[in-house]
């Protein structure tokens, strides 16, 4: 039974700073998604991470800091520049992650042996209140099991880990963002590449830096970083899956792939209002009806859930939207989680 604590409580959270502090992972809120959090200097505790989630190793963790001051009195990186130090500056503590040049003190098993190390300093207050009160890093992969839809809430982390033995989730509310963070390498004074599109939109990123600044954007299960016969889990093919069949198709495309298939018993996912309409769509949910990117993001994965849960819904058919701004980001996901047709 995973025990859900109440962060106003201290004894509760010396409960999770003492399971924290044997090497446990708890699950914790970010703004971002829940993380499953663990000591990110203990082997033993990140392979207690990679044991619950069912992820491979070839997989990297992203390592929490409290902010660029422990990041230096820790000594987990070498070879920070300007850039980064102006992409901290702008975006920490927040959904941006950056990846280092990694020192020896930060374990193999969490870079999958990689000599960067991804880093970010989160912004919700109970993530923050557990750094603080722990004084070393933990890394906190999406606390979900492999490939399945990342978690925005202490119920749908249950849901996910509880049956494989979870301890722990601390309730912290709804993630304010509902997506991941961007994570970011630097690759020169004036050229960074977007490693995976996330909650900070390249817009956002080019605004900080200046428009002279080159984006490079890693291509979803390209694997660059990883050996080609094991695409690295986050930038492959098939993730943020719901269990029932998810297409992604152009507004213009919906009616006659509905005229075209056998399904009768059809969730819309919209991201903004459409005009669409078949009599094989039973529920339609638009993410935005005021057209607010923020606001879409922050319930894609709770509502591909609460979709996937429906009993009377068979497939869900996601209707494309523009690639601007955290466009990018969510048509990531849903490219991910869709099936080839
Ligand atoms: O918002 C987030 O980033 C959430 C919350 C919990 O902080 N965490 C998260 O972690 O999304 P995860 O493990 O689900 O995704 C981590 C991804 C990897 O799949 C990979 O794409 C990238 O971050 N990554 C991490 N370390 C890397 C490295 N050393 N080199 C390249 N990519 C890395
Ligand atoms: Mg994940």
Same mark, same amino acid.
């Given at each position: 039974?995973?025990?859900?604590?109440?962060?106003?409580?201290?004894? !509760?959270?010396?409960?999770?700073?003492?399971?924290?502090?044997?090497?446990?992972?708890?699950?914790?809120?970010?703004? =971002?998604?829940?993380?499953?959090?663990?000591?990110?200097?203990?082997?033993?505790?990140?392979?207690?991470?990679?044991?619950?989630?069912?992820?491979? =190793?070839?997989?990297?963790?992203?390592?929490?800091?409290?902010?660029?001051?422990?990041?230096?009195?820790?000594?987990?990186?070498?070879?920070?520049?300007?850039?980064? !130090?102006?992409? =901290?500056?702008?975006?920490?503590?927040?959904? +941006?992650?950056? +990846? &280092?040049?990694?020192?020896?003190?930060?374990?193999?098993?969490?870079?999958?042996?990689?000599?960067?190390?991804?880093?970010?300093?989160?912004?919700?207050? %109970?993530?923050? @209140?557990?750094?603080?009160?722990? @004084?070393?890093?933990?890394?906190?992969?999406?606390?979900?099991?492999?490939?399945?839809?990342?978690?925005?809430?202490?119920?749908?982390?249950?849901?996910?880990?509880?049956?494989?033995?979870? %301890?722990?989730?601390?309730?912290?509310?709804?993630?304010? @963002?509902?997506?991941?963070?961007?994570?970011?390498?630097?690759?020169?004074?004036? !050229?960074?590449?977007?490693?995976?599109?996330?909650?900070?939109?390249?817009?956002?990123?080019?605004?900080?830096?200046?428009?002279?600044?080159?984006?490079?954007?890693?291509?979803?299960?390209?694997?660059?970083?990883?050996?080609?016969?094991?695409?690295?889990?986050?930038?492959?093919?098939?993730?943020?899956?719901?269990?029932?069949?998810?297409?992604?198709?152009?507004?213009?495309?919906?009616?006659? &792939? +509905?005229?075209?298939?056998?399904?009768?018993?059809?969730?819309?996912?919209?991201?903004?209002?459409?005009?669409?309409?078949?009599?094989?769509?039973?529920?339609?949910?638009?993410?935005?009806?005021?057209?607010?990117?923020?606001?879409?993001?922050?319930?894609?994965?709770? =509502?591909?859930?609460?979709?996937?849960?429906?009993?009377?819904?068979?497939?869900?058919?996601?209707?494309?939207?523009?690639?601007?701004?955290?466009?990018?980001?969510? +048509?990531?996901?849903?490219?991910?989680?869709?099936?080839?047709?």
């Amino acid at each position: 039974m995973t025990i859900l604590i109440n962060p106003r409580d201290g004894n !509760q959270i010396e409960f999770v700073l003492r399971r924290l502090r044997e090497d446990e992972a708890v699950a914790l809120p970010t703004e =971002t998604v829940y993380g499953l959090a663990a000591r990110a200097l203990s082997t033993r505790a990140l392979a207690r991470v990679f044991e619950l989630k069912a992820r491979p =190793t070839f997989d990297p963790l992203i390592v929490h800091v409290l902010d660029w001051e422990q990041l230096e009195s820790l000594q987990l990186v070498e070879g920070y520049t300007p850039v980064h !130090q102006k992409l =901290t500056r702008a975006f920490w503590p927040g959904p +941006l992650t950056l +990846l &280092f040049q990694k020192s020896q003190r930060v374990p193999d098993l969490c870079t999958a042996s990689t000599p960067y190390v991804a880093l970010r300093a989160p912004s919700h207050p %109970v993530f923050r @209140k557990i750094l603080e009160n722990l @004084k070393e890093p933990l890394a906190a992969p999406s606390a979900n099991r492999f490939k399945s839809i990342s978690p925005t809430c202490a119920q749908d982390v249950v849901d996910e880990l509880g049956p494989f033995g979870l %301890v722990a989730v601390v309730d912290g509310g709804v993630s304010s @963002k509902g997506i991941e963070s961007t994570v970011v390498k630097v690759l020169s004074n004036d !050229q960074i590449e977007i490693v995976r599109q996330g909650a900070i939109s390249q817009e956002d990123l080019i605004s900080c830096l200046g428009a002279s600044t080159r984006v490079l954007v890693r291509k979803s299960g390209s694997g660059a970083v990883l050996p080609k016969e094991h695409e690295a889990p986050g930038q492959s093919a098939i993730h943020y899956a719901p269990k029932k069949p998810l297409y992604l198709l152009n507004e213009d495309e919906v009616v006659a &792939f +509905l005229n075209n298939s056998s399904w009768t018993q059809v969730a819309l996912l919209e991201i903004f209002p459409s005009h669409i309409q078949h009599p094989a769509i039973r529920r339609r949910e638009c993410l935005s009806p005021s057209r607010f990117w923020s606001e879409a993001a922050a319930r894609l994965f709770a =509502t591909m859930r609460l979709l996937d849960r429906d009993p009377r819904i068979d497939v869900l058919l996601a209707v494309r939207c523009s690639s601007e701004q955290l466009g990018a980001a969510i +048509l990531d996901r849903l490219e991910r989680a869709a099936q080839k047709h």
